[in-house]
């Protein structure tokens, strides 16, 4: 019993092993490609734009308060005023981290699914990426090869938009 229990596990070590070095795989610095993504880039210039002009909204209410403070207004309009700047702060925080959330999660998905593409097209068994993987070699990391691609996508798409103009 105990030769046959040996047997099986050098077998299934012998199997393992085989198996593993057939195995094709990958790693990106998917933090690394999404940074470099010029969609990525576009979006974070507009989140700024968009906070800006947000907190200029603020600033104009709070002046309101302000100003109603320094003519006099009395303690219940002022706090009624207060509450009603709060919702509003609140209201275009939760839109905009929504809106910012649903676009990014847009944004990575993109790239996963070009990455999985790029996986397919060249034989990959597995990739991974940061937030699974502790230690990847550079024999593994394919992410500069990615972010060749991503780039050269880009330049595929300008491209074809420039020549539609």
Known sequence: MKKIVLMSMVLLMGVVMSFSNELKIGFVNLEKVTKSYYKWTDLQDKYKNDMAYYQNKIEKMKEELQT??????????????????????????????????????????????????????????????????????????????????????????????????
């Open 68 to 165: 109603m403070e320094k003519n006099g207004a009395s303690k219940e309009d002022l706090q009624k005023k207060y509450q009603e700047v709060q919702v509003k702060v609140n209201g275009y925080n939760t839109a905009i981290q929504k809106e910012y959330t649903t676009k990014s999660n847009g944004l990575i998905s993109e790239l996963k699914t070009f990455i999985q593409k790029y996986a397919q097209d060249n034989n990959y068994d597995l990739i991974l990426f940061e937030s699974s993987v502790i230690f990847a070699s550079e024999k593994v990391d394919i992410t500069d090869t990615i972010l060749k691609m991503v780039n050269e996508e880009v330049n595929t798409e300008k491209n074809t938009t420039e020549n539609k103009k």
